[in-house]
Each structure stands twice: as C-alpha cells, then as structure tokens.
C-alpha cells in the first residue's frame, strides 16, 4: 500500500522546489535582488536621504530590506502562485500527499530561503559602502522581517487566488512600484509628498520601512507599526482563506 | 496490490451547483443531478459522455477537488472530503489540463513528486516505458501535447497509487503514444488496479473499458459492459447492410420486413436485419436474383449507436 512521505519531507521537498524555481527566474532574481541594489547603490550616492540625523547608507539600507521582502513574498510569490493556478498546478498538486496546507506552508519556506539570500546579499553590499547597523538590529530585524514577508505573502495569495494571472502580474508590479516610490518603504515618511505622509505609516509598506529602520538605527521596537504589521498579515490571511479559489 | 472485492469507488446520487451564474439572473446551475457509479479493482471503469456531460465535474469531486452538494462518494472507503494525505497517497490523480509547472523539466518533476511519497515507483522505468527519456531536457511549456500527456500519466503513477483517475488520458496523442498509453493502462489494470477514466470518445471506451457508465445531463444514464451495452435493445436495435452489385437492381421483391436503398450508384444500404434469418432470406434473394455482391459490409452496432439510442444527438 502506497504511503505519504512525513509531512515535514514533503513541506521541506516543496519548499526547496519552489525555492529553485525562484532563483532560476530571471525577471524574479532582477526584482529580488538587481533592482534592490541599485536602489540601494542610487540612495548611497545621492542626497535624496540627507538632513535625516544619521548617514544615508543607515537610512537606506533597512529600507532596501523590507524592499526585498515585499518583491518576494508579495510580487514574485503572488505571480507565481497567479500562474500555478492557471496552469492546474495547484489543483495536480493538492491531490498528492503534499495537499493544499502543505502548498502553502512549502510557499512559505521559498520566500523566507529567497529572502535570507536577498538579505545575505543585500547586507554585505551595505557594509561595503558603510553600513553600520545597531547592536541590537539584527535581533529586532530578523523577526520584524519575517512578520514582513506574512504579511506579504498572504497579500500576494490574496490577489493570485482571486484575479486573473495576468490581473495578478499587474497589480502585484505596479503596487510594488507604487509602493517602494510613495509607500514608505524605502524612502522615510517626511520624504514623501504631504498627501501620503499621514497614510503610509498605515501601508505594510510604510509599517515595514519605519519598523526596521527603527530597529537597525536605533535599535528600538516600533510598537505601532509592529501592531499594523500584524493588522495586515491577520487581515490579509482570513481574506486569503476565504476568497482563494484554488482553480 | 490489494485486490478487494469491495468497490475501489462508490458514488451515489451526486449532487453538484456551481454559480451563481450572471446569465441565470444569479442563480446557481446543477451541474450533476444524481450520478450514480462504482469502480472495481483490477478493471477499467469509463465514464463516457458529451462535453458538458459532467465527468470532470464527477472525477473532481471523488477526487476531493470540488465539493459536493449531495449524495455519498466512498474512495477506497474514505469520504473524499474529509481525506487526509494518507489517502492521497494510494490515489492517482490525471488532469485534464496536465496540472504540470510550464517552467519544469520532467525528470527533477518527476523526483519532486515522488518525493511526496514513502515508497514510489521506479522512475527510471516509467521513463523509459512512456517513452519521456526521448525529452527529458525539455521544459514542459515546449513538450508536444502527447508528451505532456504522457508526462502527466508518469506524474500521476509514480506514487505507486491503488485508483487511478485518467481525465481524458487519450486527448492530443499520436496513434503511436495513444497505443503506448493504452497498453500500460491495460498493464496496470493487470496488476489489480481500479483505473476510472473519461472520455467522450467511444472508441477509446469500446478499445479499454471494462465498465462504462454513460453520463448525461448530470446523470448516469446508462451502464455495463460493453457487450451488455452493445445488447441493449434501442431504437435502432436492428442492424444494417451494405454491398455493392450492378446499378438499377429492382429492390421491390425484397423479402418482408428489409428495406434496401441504392444510396449511390451499384452501393445499397440494406436496413432491418434483426435476426439471422433475415440474412438467409437476403442471400436467397441474391440467389433468386443472380447477384453476386462485389462487397459486403455488415456493421455491427457499435457503442455510438447505443449512445444516441440514449442521449439522442450527436456527441463526436
């Protein structure tokens, strides 16, 4: 009698599938990890980040990480799971011991892998150029970044098991441009033009952004935009659960 | 294998709405009203229907893809629904659409979803048995369709299932794939596994099934072997027969009860043959007549003949 492999094997096959798959995609490893940099680079030599009380390297930097969390848990993974879904993968895929939880939990594990290489990489060019993060950053930044990419990746399955694939392509890009220029992200609130200054600290975006620059500049836990952050990943999760159409 | 003497599958009375449907002024639609079949170990079961006929929508409800709005659905005794990954394990899944990531090479596909399973089939065989070794570099978006095929077939069995769900496995093959297929079909129904499979061709269910449930309009409509199928009487129970002679033959002195038209010229149609005295009373015709057929054609009834018995229209 055939039988399943144990669940973690199948979750951690599926992961490292998925994994794959991501690296090996050209326009994702462009969004992931090319696009970042230059932002990262263009912040490091222009003034747009001066005047903010610390060096533009420190400002920009925790910026650029939550920049690659929301390109990989929220753009890439959304398309992916977009097209999954067009193509029946999904539905060929929960018919076999991996089933349905285990698809999205193996999603999971190849955002967080694709997101710790983005930040290997990201971080390294950063202390090449100066970076000098708080003592206490990393042990406030990991977690933060983790909550980051839930709150992403149950937005990103939020669109890609309700629209179109090719919807789920356009507004997964679009609102990663609109939200890495206006949402607070990269760029500070006092940054931004006065209309979004009040709203972005509301955007997962922008909740993100502060958080972790809050974290590796000071080393200080941003309460209210932890709580958003958590407002979301829970919002967009229920929502996720209750609209996704799986074919 | 295990070879039960219970159904591998049992549905009954299956009930499934989608919608709500914007053309219904937003009401839902009943999709399956009632379909009704088993599976055995060791045979293939067909379901055999007009597109539209509700078979996918059948398969993918046993297969605990779409849920129900009615009726009992037994896999290997397990309610679909509530089916965990254990029973997942002894169930084969093809789709109609392949299901397979278009950026994927077979083989690491192939090794992914064995992955998923305690004790797979040899990959390596399977490969080579459908003939995939030929194109085992290739992505799957640039496979021919009869190699997708092929490719969602080996998917399909490399968990080593008990019950297969084949939808249209026949669909885009060569007659070349379309034997290869066919044959391991077969193979695996030797081995004692219960293999359901749509099709909405009668050819492939007359070539493979051992049981055939004919499904239309939501429901099953009819079921059998083929040759209790075949035996059915219908409306067209009798049979009819073809032969070409000289041009102008004087068909009024026929004997009683055949009919003959000379549908072109020297080519009768002779209908009405219902038991084997109706042939010896032809032949004596002939006899009485001097003709000697050039050709003779008798067609036996054939599965098409009793699905529009049926369901009454066309379905090629």
């Known amino acids: ?247 | 294998m295990p070879v039960s003497d219970s159904p591998a599958l049992e549905i009954d009375g299956l009930i499934k709405d989608v919608g709500p449907i914007a053309s219904l002024d937003g009401r839902m639609m009943r999709v399956l009203d009632g379909v009704s079949l088993s599976a055995r170990f060791g045979q293939v079961t067909a379901l055999l229907g007009a597109n539209g006929a509700g078979k996918t929508t059948t398969l993918e409800c046993a297969q605990g893809l779409q849920r129900r709005n009615g009726g009992t659905i037994r896999l290997l005794g397990q309610d679909p629904d509530s089916a965990g990954a254990d029973l997942r394990a002894r169930v084969g899944v093809m789709l109609q659409d392949g299901g397979l990531p278009p950026s994927a090479r077979p083989l690491p596909l192939l090794r992914h979803i064995a992955a998923m399973y305690r004790n797979p089939r040899d990959i390596g065989g399977l490969v080579e048995r459908l003939g995939i070794d030929t194109f085992t570099n290739t992505t799957v978006r640039r496979l021919s369709g009869g190699q997708k095929q092929r490719l969602a077939l080996a998917a399909c069995l490399v968990g080593n299932p008990e019950v297969v769900f084949l939808d249209e496995p026949s669909a885009g093959l060569d007659p070349q794939s379309r034997q290869i297929v066919f044959e391991l079909i077969r193979e695996l129904r030797d081995e004692g596994l219960a293999i359901v499979l749509t099709t909405h061709l009668l050819d492939d269910a007359q070539k493979l099934a051992d049981y055939v449930f004919i499904v239309d309009g939501g429901r099953t409509v009819a079921q059998g072997t083929v040759p209790e199928l075949l035996a059915q009487e219908g409306s067209t129970s009798s049979r009819s027969l073809m032969f070409e002679a000289a041009q102008g033959l004087d068909l009024a002195g026929l004997p009683a009860g055949l009919d003959a038209a000379e549908v072109s010229a020297g080519h009768y149609t002779v209908t009405g043959i219902q038991q084997p005295a109706d042939l010896a009373a032809l032949a004596q015709w002939w006899a009485a007549h001097d003709v000697m057929p050039a050709s003779l054609h008798f067609a036996a009834r054939n599965l098409e003949d009793v699905f529009l018995d049926i369901s009454g229209r066309q379905i090629r």
């Not at chain 1, 991996?98 to 971080?123: E, H, N, T, Y």
């Open chain 1, 1 to 247: 009698m055939s039988t399943p492999a144990p669940l973690a094997a199948r979750v951690l096959a599926q992961g490292r599938y998925e994994t794959i798959t991501m690296l090996r995609n050209g326009e994702q490893l462009i969004l992931a990890v090319v696009l970042p940099l230059m932002a990262l680079i263009g912040l490091s030599v222009t003034p747009l980040l001066d005047g903010l009380g610390a060096s533009r390297i420190n400002i920009a930097t925790p910026g650029i990480l939550a920049l690659c969390a929301m390109s990989t848990a929220f753009t890439g993974q959304g398309i992916a799971t977009g097209f999954d879904r067009r193509y029946g993968v999904l539905r060929f895929l929960s018919t076999t011991p991996l089933g349905r939880a285990g698809l999205i939990w193996g999603k999971v594990i190849a955002v967080l892998a694709v997101l710790v290489l983005q930040v290997l990489v990201v971080s390294a060019v950063a202390l090449l150029l100066g970076w000098q993060p708080s003592p206490a950053g990393w042990a406030l930044g990991v977690p933060l970044l983790v909550l980051g990419a839930a709150a992403f990746t149950a937005l990103g399955l939020l669109v890609a098991g309700t629209v179109r694939p090719e919807a789920t392509l356009a507004i997964t890009n679009l609102l990663w441009l609109v939200l890495g220029a206006f949402g607070g992200i990269v760029l500070p609130s006092d940054r931004q033009p006065l209309l979004v200054q009040d709203i972005v600290h509301f955007l997962p975006s922008g909740a993100l952004g502060q958080a972790l620059r809050d974290a590796f500049l000071t080393g200080t836990l941003n309460l209210g935009e932890t709580l958003v952050l958590l407002v979301w990943a829970a919002l967009a999760s229920a929502g996720a659960l209750r609209w996704f159409k799986w074919s």
